[in-house]
């Protein structure tokens, strides 16, 4: 489903992505693992459409991405992907079900298609009573839980998660992951995951280590 083709990212000096290739099947749980400053997050948020690559391709069902115009970058980005950060990014303003649906009313949908679908993924995620609940009154736990309904929302082919553990105790961090299985078998949903867990990436279908720029594995 992706490809990726010989990326290379540069940072004034710096060569942070070197050459990079990997391809990544439907529904499959990628790990990507490597040190802080590896080049782990630079790669996800090209793969994403959030940085662009000195050079080489992102490949996505067949369409190199680099040649889609601005706006339809934006289009894919807000329909293709959905995103999971390890610190949530929840708005304090908003309750958990406003904030999950955010992305889908960015797509120009009214909030009652929004509420409607953010409620069935509430209920898919056993969430259903934070709908009206603040983030600064639930647990982690249960954040990070909405953020990943959040992704969810638009139905996206592919969810990027960037330390999604890394604020989460071990009883979470396993949970966290049984829920990232579960949404991969019945929604045919691709995750690359950036995690410094070694725990979590050994139950992945597989892990991409980066060193020093390059794929070691």
């Known amino acids: 489903m992706i490809k990726v083709k010989n990326i290379n990212k540069t940072f004034g000096l710096n060569h942070v992505l ?53 706006s339809k970058k934006s289009e894919f980005r807000n329909q293709k992907v959905g995103f999971v950060f390890q610190f949530h990014n929840l708005l304090p303003e908003f309750n958990c079900l406003e904030n999950i649906c955010l992305p889908y009313l960015i797509g120009n949908y009214n909030f009652s298609k929004a509420k409607l679908r953010a409620e069935k993924v509430m209920h898919d995620l056993n969430i259903d009573n934070l709908k009206n609940k603040m983030p600064n009154e639930v647990s982690g736990g249960e954040q990070q839980r909405v953020a990943i309904a959040r992704s969810l929302i638009n139905s996206p082919k592919l969810v990027l998660a960037d330390e999604p553990t890394g604020n989460l105790d071990s009883k979470n961090s396993v949970e966290m992951f049984n829920l990232f299985k579960m949404i991969s078998q019945k929604y045919n949903t691709t995750f690359m995951i950036i995690t410094h867990d070694n725990e979590l990436a050994s139950k992945c279908d597989r892990s991409i280590k980066i060193h020093d720029g390059y794929i070691i594995n």
């Open 18 to 70: 070197k050459n990079i290739s990997f391809e990544i099947h439907e529904s499959e749980i990628v790990a990507i693992q490597g040190r802080s400053g590896a080049g782990k997050t630079t790669l996800l948020k090209i793969v994403g459409l959030v940085d662009k690559p000195d050079t080489g391709n992102i490949i996505f069902d067949n369409v190199i991405l680099d040649n889609l115009n601005e």
